[in-house]
C-alpha cells in the first residue's frame, strides 16, 4: 500500500521467486501517486515489465527493510530466515520508511484503522532497535520533554541513536555538523542530544554507554504520525543495498535532481556535497541521499541527515562515491568541479559559485559554532583543519 491505497502484489512462486506487479487501477489512474523515480520510463510512463528475483524481493522493497545487524535481530524476533526477504518483508511491513507499507493479502483493509493494528498479528512485538553500523539507534516517540520506546514497536517520530562502544562522541559529532549545516542554511531536521538513562523502554544495559544519544525528528512522518513517502537514492537506481557504493557517482544524482526537481533541490545537493567534502564526511553513500513527496507526486530533495565527520575516526577516509573523477576528501578543485558539471550536465558557473560560497559560510559558521565544544580536542581539531584546507582549496 502507498498511504491507504492498494497500489500492487508481491507474489512469491516455486524456487523463491518473487514477482512485484502493479494494480491495473493504479496504472490507470493519471493522478496516480509515485511509488518509485525507478518505475518511470524513458516516455515518462510507468514500467510495469518486472522480472522476478530470486530468494530477495525487488530493489526498491528491499531498500526498505533494514541492514547488518539490525536484519539479523529482528529477522529473529520475527522467527525468519534474514535472507528469505519475502518473509522479513511480511514481518516488518507495517512499520517502513516512507509511505509504504506492506501487508498480507488477506488483510482487511476496509476495517483496519491505522497500519499499526498489523501488529495485533506478532504474540512478541518486533522492537526496532540494534547494533546497526557505528551506532545502536532506535524509532522513539517523544513525550512530555522525554523520549520512549513505542511499547508496540510501530511507529516514532523520532530516531534515536546511542554512543558508539568504538569510536568517542559519535553522537555530539552528528549533532554538531547538522547545527553546522544548519547555521550555514541547509535543511535540516530538528535534531538534540539527550541522557540515555532518561530514554524509557531502552533495553537494559544500553544506557550504561558514556556520552549523549543523538536524536533526529523523522522527516517521513507529518502531524499525527501521518506518512510521507520518500526513497533513497539506491531505490531510484535500482540497486540492492549492499550496491550503495557503486555503479552510481554524485554527478549521477545530481543529473536525476536536476531533471526531476529542477534548480533548487540540485544546488541545495550541491551545497550538502561541498559541505559533506568541508567537514570530512566521507560515508554519504546512495542510502544517504534521499527523495521526498510532499505532495505524493513530485520528488524533492529531503532534509539533510547523517552528516557525520569521519575523519578524525578513519584518518585516510574517502568520498563513498566519486565527486568528478575523485573520491578525494583532501579538496574541491576546479578540474573536478568542471567533470562534475559535464557529467551531471549543469551550468558552471553556478555550481562553482555555489560551492564557494559554501566554503565560506561554513569557514566563518565553524569559527562562532558553539555545539563545536562538545567535541573531543583532537576531533574537533581535525575538523578544523579540513574545513580550512578544503576551503582555501576552493579559493
Do not use: C
Not at 518511470?40 to 518486472?50: A, N, P
Not at 520508511?97 to 483496519?112: K, M, Q
Not at 522492537?127 to 546497526?132: E, I, N, W
Not at 564557494?356 to 569559527?367: G, N, P, Q
Amino acid at each position: 500500500m502507498l498511504g491507504r491505497r492498494r497500489i500492487g502484489i508481491i507474489n512469491r512462486f516455486a524456487s523463491e521467486r518473487n514477482l512485484f506487479s502493479f494494480e491495473q487501477d493504479y496504472l490507470d489512474d493519471p493522478d496516480r501517486p509515485t511509488l518509485s523515480l525507478s518505475f518511470k520510463g524513458r516516455d515518462g510512463g510507468i514500467v510495469t515489465s518486472t522480472r522476478p528475483t530470486a530468494t530477495r524481493v525487488p530493489p526498491f522493497f528491499a531498500n526498505l527493510l533494514p541492514e547488518g545487524h539490525l536484519r539479523t535481530y529482528l529477522a529473529e524476533r520475527a522467527g525468519v530466515n534474514p535472507k528469505r526477504e519475502f518473509f522479513l518483508l511480511a514481518a516488518l511491513g507495517a512499520d517502513l520508511p516512507g509511505g509504504v507499507t506492506v501487508t498480507p493479502i488477506d488483510y482487511d483493509y476496509a476495517t483496519a484503522a491505522r497500519p499499526a493494528d498489523l501488529d495485533d498479528r506478532n504474540h512478541e512485538p518486533v522492537l526496532r532497535f540494534s547494533l546497526a553500523g557505528m551506532q545502536l539507534k532506535f524509532s522513539a516517540v517523544e513525550e512530555t520533554g522525554g523520549l520512549t520506546i513505542p511499547a508496540n514497536g510501530i511507529g516514532g517520530s523520532w530516531i534515536v541513536k546511542l554512543p558508539s562502544s568504538r569510536f568517542p562522541a559519535v553522537p555530539e559529532n552528528e549533532y554538531a555538523m547538522l547545527e553546522l549545516a544548519r547555521a550555514i542554511g541547509l535543511g535540516v531536521p530538528r535534531v538534540r542530544l539527550v541522557d540515555p538513562t532518561g530514554i524509557q523502554g531502552v533495553p537494559e544495559g544500553v544506557a550504561k554507554l558514556d556520552g549523549y544519544a543523538f536524536a533526529i525528528e523523522r522527516f517521513d512522518r507529518g502531524t499525527n504520525g501521518a506518512r510521507i513517502h520518500m526513497e533513497d537514492f539506491a531505490q531510484v537506481f535500482g540497486l540492492w543495498p549492499d550496491e550503495k557504493y557503486k555503479h552510481r557517482s554524485y554527478a549521477n544524482i545530481a543529473a536525476v535532481l536536476w531533471a526531476e526537481s529542477g534548480e533548487e533541490s540540485t544546488f541545495e545537493f550541491v551545497r550538502r556535497l561541498a559541505f559533506s567534502t568541508l567537514i570530512g564526511n566521507a560515508d554519504m553513500h546512495l542510502k544517504n541521499w534521499s527523495l521526498i513527496y510532499p505532495d505524493g507526486r513530485t520528488p524533492v530533495l529531503s532534509p539533510a541527515y547523517d552528516f557525520i565527520a569521519t575523519l578524525p575516526y578513519l584518518p585516510n577516509d574517502k568520498h563513498a562515491l566519486s565527486f568528478g573523477g575523485s573520491k578525494s576528501l583532501s579538496d574541491i578543485s576546479t578540474e573536478q568541479i568542471r567533470r562534475f558539471v559535464d557529467t551531471a550536465r549543469l551550468p558552471a558557473s553556478p555550481v562553482a559559485e555555489v560551492i564557494r560560497d559554501t566554503a565560506r559560510l561554513t569557514v566563518e559558521a565553524w569559527k562562532a559554532l558553539a555545539e563545536k565544544d562538545l567535541l573531543p580536542r583532537a576531533v574537533q581539531s581535525t575538523i578544523g583543519k579540513q574545513i580550512e584546507r578544503v576551503a582555501a582549496a576552493t579559493g
